[in-house]
């Protein structure tokens, strides 16, 4: 799949108001019922145990494959290990022929679906038919299932109804009952003349050879039940050892797929079992044939980064609360869709796809707060980026900004400064709303904030100052608030002024490098990462402060792992990583000190969660507190925490997805009945004040640095430079 390909591919989709809406309301929902799923309940806890149980059986999958056969094998079951999607799906027809088999009904699995099963068995001449009522539309309207639980969530009951009548050749009513009804009659009558039911599994347990199914409707029972042959697909992946592994499995798997506590069916099955076939002959045991289904799954397995994937249990809560896939649904994946499936892609059915819809990706981190099996998925979408930039290289533009621009902080900063002259034409008030020719599309539906006349770097000497300094505090100003927002620059220091803290601003600091991360390009993030280290070596301040908390994550966290491994720079990471600490929580740590005195707000505030303040941060109550004790009256919007949509250069890369995004982060403000917009972000503020700009101009968006600098106006505590 090409760039433009994706790209029109995400357009079609956004244009196809069905898939946002229904994914959108069932993301909404699905979060609210799946806190309540889990009330009372350890998440973080069982996602650790999860996680160990299934990290140490991919660390023994071959072991326990070899067990499970053995102990499958004794119980009466056949276990063929497939090696690839073309064996297993050869193993079924030779099968199905040699027992001269027509008819097969199919219950929902994931990795019938990934060996691309039902069109090879079609080419095969032999009938398989799904009965999982979301798979059975979706084979109807030759469609691929856009989700892992829920196939055809993006289907309108009406196109349900088109399609239905197509099949029967009579009219059928859009309305559920009775269309469920029909699937079941018409089921029903394949159940009871197929010979085989061919299943997948969530569990497989090796000590006995047991595998387990979670399932809501009736027709997984029936499938394995009644017809006289059974055939199980079951990923490598499934294995777990122990049959006691089920349990924590068990807890988080319909609470993070349906937010249910137990499904309606859990299905165990070991060994074999009779059966009556369609012709009401007695077996006295059915032929049960239990397929191992590598596919990829050992090469993960034995990649020092991506076996963590293998730590999935296929709840599809990284899809449901991504706000990428609640847009375009299936386009963001292939057969296995949205983070997971991105990496799933790259290994088990499409690599040259994954290469690109990894792309799709914000970053935003939201899926791995909600993983069940406890996966930095975010981590993993940017380690196939890094690799396929190693690959495949980078276009000539980004080379160009990346590898002379970025790390040459001379030639950057002048560059920045010229972009400040040429953009005059067309800024007004610090704004531009319109660009010319091929730049239009970045004003579309935003405002973009110009390119400040004097970056702080140079307002430094300026600055307020404390009447007494009790303290040295260093700044690390990051390329937007240097640049484009000096002012949250200017409050950050009168903050710290009224707090007594003097500032120093080392001029050798340069970007943080996290664009070229996001880009894949290690060896740059490196580059930048010891140059900031360099300059802020010898300074003699106690903190280093950040009000930009993508900074704040690159120079506290990724720093010191990046540099892990190099003798000399790691140590001055990690010390460089302890001084390190966002403005909100450093004034919250001192906030006694200015209560006293700040003119209260009297505002009603909403906060928007950054995403790299909340996910790696993990700050969230400081700001809010902070605006309470300046007076605002804090309404909370629904959710806070969903993304802006900025993600850096992706608002460049995918404006029309960046823009529905933020769409519905504005939607959440507006909702809320605020005044102001209070966030810890600059890029935050760059997106959602853009766009507030055209939607509601009379929506302030603030850093939580510019309402306390505001609130301390003309209170007297602080002086000029
Ligand atoms: S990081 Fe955000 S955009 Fe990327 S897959 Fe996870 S939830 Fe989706
Ligand atoms: S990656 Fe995590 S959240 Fe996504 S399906 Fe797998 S276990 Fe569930």
């Known amino acids: 799949m090409s760039k433009a390909a994706l790209r029109q591919a995400t357009r079609e989709a956004l244009a196809n108001?069905?898939?946002?809406?229904?994914?959108?309301?069932?993301?909404?929902?699905?979060?609210?019922?799946?806190?309540?799923?889990?009330?009372?309940k350890d998440f973080e806890g069982l996602r650790r145990e999860v996680a160990r149980i299934k990290r140490?059986?991919?660390?023994?999958?071959?072991?326990?494959?070899?067990?499970?056969?053995?102990?499958?094998?004794?119980?009466?079951?056949?276990?063929?290990?497939?090696?690839?999607?073309?064996?297993?799906?050869?193993?079924?027809?030779?099968?199905?022929?040699?027992?001269?088999?027509k008819t097969i009904v199919k219950s929902?699995?994931?990795?019938?679906?990934?060996?691309?099963?039902?069109?090879?068995?079609?080419?095969?001449?032999?009938?398989?038919?799904?009965?999982?009522?979301?798979?059975?539309?979706?084979?109807?309207?030759?469609q691929r299932p856009s989700h892992m639980v829920m196939p055809a969530i993006h289907m309108s009951r009406n196109e349900v109804a088109e399609i239905f009548s197509r099949e029967i050749k009579k009219p059928v009513e859009p309305e559920i009952s009775s269309m469920v009804q029909l699937a079941r009659r018409e089921l029903r009558r394949k159940f009871l003349s197929s010979w085989m039911g061919i299943s997948g599994a969530n569990i497989a347990v090796a000590e006995t050879g047991t595998i387990v199914m979670v399932t809501n409707e009736g027709n997984g029972r029936l499938t394995t039940t009644l017809p006289p042959v059974h055939v199980i697909i079951?990923?490598?992946?499934?294995?777990?050892?122990?049959?006691?592994?089920?349990?924590?499995?068990?807890?988080?798997?319909?609470?993070?797929?349906?937010?249910?506590?137990?499904?309606?069916?859990?299905?165990?099955?070991?060994?074999?079992?009779?059966?009556?076939?369609?012709?009401?002959?007695?077996?006295?045991?059915?032929?049960?044939?239990?397929?191992?289904?590598?596919?990829?799954?050992?090469?993960m397995a034995a990649d020092p980064v991506f076996k963590e994937a293998l730590q999935c249990v296929r709840c599809a809560a990284c899809l449901n609360v991504c706000p990428i896939y609640q847009l375009v649904g299936g386009v963001f994946g292939d057969v296995y869709?949205?983070?997971?499936?991105?990496?799933?892609?790259?290994?088990?059915?499409?690599?040259?796809?994954?290469?690109?819809?990894?792309?799709?990706?914000?970053?935003?981190?939201?899926?791995?707060?909600?993983?069940?099996?406890?996966?930095?998925?975010?981590?993993?979408?940017?380690?196939?980026?890094?690799?396929?930039?190693?690959?495949?290289?980078?276009?000539?533009?980004?080379?160009?900004?990346?590898?002379?621009?970025?790390?040459?902080?001379?030639?950057?900063?002048?560059?920045?400064?010229?972009?400040?002259?040429?953009?005059?034409?067309?800024?007004?008030?610090?704004?531009?709303?319109?660009?010319?020719?091929?730049?239009?599309?970045?004003?579309?539906?935003?405002?973009?904030?110009?390119?400040?006349?004097?970056?702080?770097?140079?307002?430094?000497?300026?600055?307020?100052?404390?009447?007494?300094?009790t303290g040295r505090v260093a700044i690390f100003s990051g390329c937007?608030?240097?640049?484009?927002?000096?002012?949250?620059?200017?409050?950050?220091?009168?903050?710290?002024?009224?707090?007594?803290?003097?500032?120093?601003?080392?001029?050798?600091?340069t970007c943080c490098g996290y664009p070229a991360k996001q880009a894949g390009l290690t060896n740059i993030f490196a580059e930048l990462a010891r140059q900031n280290i360099a300059a802020f070596a010898g300074i003699d301040a106690g903190h280093i402060l950040t009000a930009c908390p993508t900074c704040a994550e690159a120079l506290k966290f990724l720093y010191p792992e990046l540099l892990a491994g190099d003798p000399v720079w790691s140590k001055r990471a990690r010390a460089l990583a302890e001084k390190v600490t966002d403005f909100s929580s450093f004034v919250f740590a001192h906030r006694e000190k200015l209560v006293t005195f700040m003119i209260p707000l009297k505002k009603k505030v909403t906060y928007h969660d950054s995403c790299h303040l909340k996910r790696r941060l993990r700050v969230t109550g400081e700001p809010r507190q902070l605006l309470i004790d300046a007076g605002a009256e804090l309404v909370e919007m629904t959710p806070a925490d969903l993304c802006c949509g900025f993600g850096g250069s992706y608002s460049i890369k995918f404006p029309e997805l960046s823009r529905s995004v933020l769409d519905r982060k504005l939607q959440a403000v507006l909702g809320s009945g605020a005044e102001v917009v209070a966030l810890d972000c600059p890029g935050c503020q760059m997106q959602i004040g853009g766009g507030m700009d055209r939607?509601?101009?009379?929506?302030?968006?603030?850093?939580?640095?510019?309402?306390?600098?505001?609130c301390l106006a003309g209170t007297g505590r602080v002086q000029n430079g």
């Open 17 to 40: 108001t069905n898939v946002c809406s229904a994914l959108g309301k069932f993301a909404d929902n699905y979060v609210i019922a799946r806190e309540q799923a889990y009330r009372h």
């Open 56 to 101: 140490e059986a991919a660390e023994r999958m071959e072991e326990l494959a070899a067990q499970f056969t053995r102990e499958a094998t004794r119980r009466g079951a056949t276990v063929f290990r497939a090696a690839t999607a073309q064996d297993a799906r050869e193993y079924i027809a030779r099968l199905a022929r040699s027992r001269g088999i």
């Open 108 to 142: 929902k699995s994931m990795a019938s679906e990934e060996i691309h099963l039902n069109k090879y068995l079609k080419e095969q001449g032999l009938d398989a038919v799904e009965t999982d009522l979301g798979e059975w539309i979706i084979q109807l309207a030759c």
């Open 234 to 299: 079951v990923g490598l992946e499934k294995l777990v050892p122990c049959f006691t592994d089920i349990a924590p499995i068990l807890e988080v798997l319909p609470r993070s797929a349906t937010a249910q506590h137990i499904t309606t069916y859990v299905t165990m099955i070991t060994g074999t079992v009779p059966a009556v076939d369609p012709d009401g002959n007695y077996h006295e045991k059915k032929e049960l044939h239990i397929i191992l289904l590598d596919n990829g799954r050992t090469r």
């Open 337 to 469: 869709t949205g983070g997971i499936g991105t990496v799933l892609t790259a290994f088990f059915t499409d690599p040259q796809k994954a290469q690109q819809v990894q792309n799709l990706c914000l970053g935003c981190g939201r899926c791995r707060d909600y993983c069940s099996g406890n996966i930095d998925l975010p981590a993993l979408i940017s380690e196939l980026r890094r690799r396929t930039v190693e690959r495949e290289g980078l276009g000539y533009v980004e080379k160009v900004i990346f590898e002379r621009v970025l790390v040459n902080r001379r030639l950057f900063h002048r560059l920045l400064k010229t972009a400040s002259r040429l953009q005059k034409p067309f800024a007004r008030g610090g704004k531009i709303r319109h660009l010319p020719l091929f730049l239009s599309g970045l004003t579309e539906g935003r405002t973009l904030p110009a390119i400040a006349d004097i970056p702080f770097r140079d307002r430094v000497g300026t600055l307020p100052r404390p009447d007494r300094a």
């Open 480 to 509: 937007l608030i240097d640049f484009v927002y000096p002012g949250i620059g200017e409050s950050v220091a009168k903050v710290l002024a009224a707090l007594g803290f003097e500032i120093v601003h080392p001029e050798q600091q």
């Open 695 to 710: 939607q509601n101009p009379r929506v302030q968006v603030m850093h939580t640095a510019e309402i306390l600098a505001r």
